[in-house]
């Protein structure tokens, strides 16, 4: 790849769900949780009630775009994205606003939090799902002195 050229790089995930989540009670059932989990927010210019919810994931540049449709996607319990925050602490504050959630709509799904020990990277990592056909996978990539992401050997 050469200096001129950009990597490319994920900027946004987009799901076909039914169409009253992205209207009414639903559409605000689905803006109350993941704006109060993950800090999450509409795009108020790319909502249009039953057919789209563009919700905005910190940046104009990265979103879930959800198109309501007749014959929403269906997946597998495993199919999830991922999201990475910086610390263990930092999952465990979004996995504490999930479980304070859950506790008032059991609709949210949250697995055990665990951490593998992969010598070089303690990955600690939970599932959290509310109402979406994927799951977020939200990891923290806890790497030992010496490593890091860039290091591929």
């Known amino acids: 790849m050469s200096e001129t050229e950009s990597i490319p790089r994920f900027n946004h995930v987009a799901l076909s769900v039914p169409k009253d989540l992205v209207s009414g009670d639903g559409a605000r059932d689905i803006l109350r949780f993941y704006e109060e989990v993950f800090g999450w927010g509409a795009m108020p210019t790319m909502v249009t009630e039953g057919e789209l919810l563009v919700l905005r994931v910190h940046s104009n540049e990265q979103f879930v775009y959800l198109h309501g449709s007749d014959d929403p996607l269906r997946c597998p319990p495993g199919d999830h994205f991922g999201l990475q925050v910086d610390s263990p602490e930092a999952l465990d504050a979004v996995l504490e606003r999930a479980r304070k959630?859950?506790?008032?709509?059991?609709?949210?799904?949250i697995s055990d939090r665990k951490t593998e020990d992969f010598k070089v990277l303690k990955l600690h990592s939970v599932y959290i799902r509310y109402l979406l056909p994927m799951s977020i996978e939200l990891q923290c990539f806890d790497w030992q002195p010496g490593f890091d992401a860039a290091r591929t050997g």
């Open 101 to 109: 959630f859950q506790h008032d709509d059991a609709r949210v799904e």
